[in-house]
């Protein structure tokens, strides 16, 4: 089966890694997994315009509806050449669904918003999907299409560390929970490191935020990260995400408001635990021992009177939770690997 994504490809930021990996999971099943678009040399994806060939369509929905250097045209061409039972949505942010407001987060800005998105994905597909096990809708299918591949793994060494801690991802909605993780650490700061943070909107608004009317989507308080002495590090292609990420003796693993009401899971889950690191998780217990397992318990944050202990033994003994983090990566290359979601997504396809 040759399976069509029609996504939206950035070079620093997205679900690059995530694409590469579904390809090279469908070739092993005698499979194929091509891009639509034309040829990127920044984002060495299998891209092909061969619509003909395509077997099913899969419109990857995250932060865009809309097609990289194409028009409606496209949109007309990918909709005429493949069946409405062949076609599936992945709505990576939850957007199918009502207006969803946690603090200062939002799937939509208001209820037209949210009904002109529910209708856009119901005029191209029945088959919608959502990355959780818990979708708000009836309608929506399960389907955590991101997922852990054991050759990302570094092996866990932690004796010549950069940084005390680093977060790779760009600001949006995430400037909540990245204040708790900072707040925790703070009488414990001189102790941890450098600490850097890698992506677009951590020092300054993106160029885009302003002429899109996000801006509100990127705050951070920068005058308190200064203070903090936090390096601020331009985005990295996707291909060194994992690499950046095991700098650090520990990552925090973050969602932004909206992602925890709803339960999804991002690359971020499954990317992190993979580097040479120690994920910190800022999540809810029932999510992570879902997700990850029960061996993955003791690396959530505690919310108890003195977390910034428990951070601070993390930084100072790592390979006490290198355990926890061996068992959390069997864990997700036996239940969450690129050819289990392949052979889940070709069901879905059939179905």
Not at 37 to 42: A, E, F, L, V, Y
Not at 151 to 157: A, G, I, Q
Not at 220 to 233: A, E, H, M
Not at 334 to 344: D, F, G, I, L, N
Request: glycine share 4%; hydrophobic share 40%.
């Amino acid at each position: 089966m040759k399976m069509m994504f029609v996504y939206w490809a950035f070079e620093n930021q997205g679900s690059g890694i995530v694409i590469q990996g579904y390809t090279e999971a469908a070739k092993s099943l005698g499979h194929e997994v091509a891009v639509y678009g034309r040829r990127n040399s920044k984002i060495p994806l299998n891209y092909s315009l061969d619509l003909r060939s395509a077997d099913a369509v899969i419109f990857i929905f995250e932060w865009t509806t809309m097609i990289q250097y194409g028009d409606q045209l496209d949109l007309l061409r990918l909709v005429g050449k493949v069946p409405r039972q062949r076609r599936i949505i992945l709505d990576g942010d939850g957007n199918y669904n009502h207006v969803i407001s946690v603090r200062d987060d939002h799937n939509h800005r208001d209820a037209a918003a949210a009904r002109r998105w529910v209708d856009m994905c119901d005029s191209l597909s029945d088959k919608i999907c959502q990355p959780t096990f818990h979708p708000l809708r009836s309608n929506v299918r399960p389907f955590l299409f991101y997922a852990y591949s054991p050759e990302w793994e570094v092996p866990l060494d932690f004796s010549a560390k950069e940084y005390g801690m680093v977060y790779v991802g760009q600001s949006k909605f995430r400037w909540q929970p990245m204040k708790r993780v900072l707040q925790v650490i703070e009488p414990i700061r001189q102790v941890i490191g450098r600490i850097g943070l890698v992506g677009h909107g951590w020092d300054a608004l993106p160029w885009w935020a302003v002429p899109m009317q996000v801006e509100d989507s990127y705050f951070t308080d920068q005058t308190y990260l200064r203070k903090f002495d936090v390096s601020f590090i331009p985005p990295v292609p996707f291909e060194q995400v994992i690499r950046w990420m095991s700098k650090a003796v520990i990552n925090p693993v973050l969602l932004r408001p909206t992602f925890s009401e709803m339960r999804l899971v991002t690359p971020r889950v499954f990317e992190t635990p993979a580097a040479n690191t120690i994920p910190l998780l800022t999540l809810d217990r029932a999510y992570v021992k879902e997700i990850y397992g029960e061996p993955a318990l003791e690396l959530v944050l505690r919310d108890d009177n003195s977390p910034e202990e428990q951070v601070l033994d993390m930084i100072r003994r790592p390979e006490r939770y290198a355990q926890n983090v061996k068992a959390l990566r069997r864990h997700l290359a036996v239940k969450h690997s690129y050819r289990a979601r392949v052979q889940e997504l070709i069901e879905i396809v059939k179905s």
